[in-house]
């Protein structure tokens, strides 16, 4: 059943069936429902030439992490099984929580949860708990896909709630319906900034999960297109379900890669050598970079950096790094950095810088 309005009808008689009866129908008695609903005559959408509806609703993108890496290492078939077993997977739990797929957008996914009158907050609800389980899903399936030696899949996920525009788009050759709106577009903002494993959510869902879902204490990221900062939280647990997301072993900050002119001094002790050296960043996060040095450093030794931020007319000083893993490439010298100290002003704008460049804003 594709259309929205067949599927929020059998999620309401499902739900009578659940509180009647205590259990929710099989797949026999579901597909019998269907028939039902659909000799009843088409849904009115299907007469819409134009025009569209506004409703609340919660939107969900979830975005397969590190996917362009596994299709240059692996063979097609390879890399076209391991997508469609997720999404495959994804959109069974997305379907079980009475989500419309709104679309797939290459290694990405579109989930939308309707709201009604009668139940205002459920569909924040639904979409929260429909995240955690597909985190939980993709766990499973990595180690499944360890045991096949197949690439191990990470998504990140995004979820914001609003109104939104439900409406066919498109002519007589081809249409589709879809939603449209401010929500659809932070959700998607909103993913960006989750890392592997992370389910982040707007404060206006978590409004609405207030009580029922575990999350962190918000954080405050720079939007696009947003004069105000925008506030999101990390979901942890949906604890009347007992269900937690995995947490990672190893869940670093967002990485954008950059060329800028670096400025460092090696370090001796607490000494500051004096006389600069010029080096490249080429990529950073919130708490390190990867720089590329005029001579190899020694691991675990420290510098001070400077670089400038373009776009934001603000100079980035004062950073004191540890180098955490070296190597070389085509007779660069480049080392993983960690930031050990810098001004909370620094760390702001850096934090901005990073988050533009994810939006993809070229400062």
């Not at 909103?190 to 959510?201: N, Y």
């Amino acid at each position: 059943m594709t259309d929205p309005l067949l599927r929020d009808a059998l999620r309401q008689i499902q739900d009578l069936v659940i509180e009647a009866k205590g259990s929710p129908l099989d797949r026999e008695a579901i597909r019998r429902v269907e028939a039902v609903l659909k000799r009843l005559g088409p849904s009115p959408m299907a007469h819409q030439d134009t025009g569209y509806s506004r409703r609340e609703a919660t939107v969900l993108f979830a975005d397969l992490r590190g996917f362009s890496a596994i299709t240059a290492a692996y063979p097609a078939d390879v890399v076209l099984g391991v997508l469609s077993r997720c999404f495959g997977r994804l959109t069974e739990i997305a379907l079980r929580h009475y989500g419309t797929i709104d679309k797939f957008m290459g290694d990405a996914i579109m989930v939308v949860f309707h709201g009604e009158e009668s139940s205002p907050r459920d569909h924040a609800q639904r979409a929260v708990l429909c995240a955690v389980e597909m985190q939980i899903a993709m766990n499973e399936l990595r180690r499944q896909h360890h045991e096949d030696q197949l690439p191990e899949i990470y998504i990140g996920i995004g979820i914001s709630t609003g109104s939104v525009m439900t409406g066919l788009v498109g002519s007589d050759a081809y249409r589709a319906y879809t939603v449209i709106g401010e929500e659809v577009n932070l959700a998607a903002r909103i993913e960006a900034f989750s890392l592997r494993g992370q389910v982040l959510i707007s404060e206006t869902t978590y409004g609405h999960c207030r009580g029922f879902v575990d999350a962190a204490d918000p954080v405050e990221v720079y939007v696009k297109g947003k004069s105000e900062r925008l506030r999101i939280r990390e979901v942890r647990a949906i604890p009347d379900f007992g269900r937690t997301v995995p947490r990672q072993e190893v869940r670093k900050s967002p990485r954008v890669e950059v060329d800028l002119r670096l400025e460092y001094r090696t370090l001796a002790g607490k000494m500051v050598d004096s006389q600069p050296l010029a080096g490249r960043v080429r990529d950073l996060g919130y708490h390190g970079a990867l720089a590329q040095f005029a001579e190899p450093l020694a691991l675990y030794s420290e510098v001070k950096l400077a670089f400038d931020l373009p776009g934001l007319n603000f100079r980035a000083e004062e950073i004191y790094a540890r180098i955490v893993s070296v190597r070389e490439r085509e007779g660069r010298h480049l080392a993983g950095l960690e930031f050990t100290s810098l001004g909370a002003e620094t760390a702001s704008q850096i934090r901005l810088f990073v988050q533009m460049c994810i939006q993809g804003e070229s400062p």
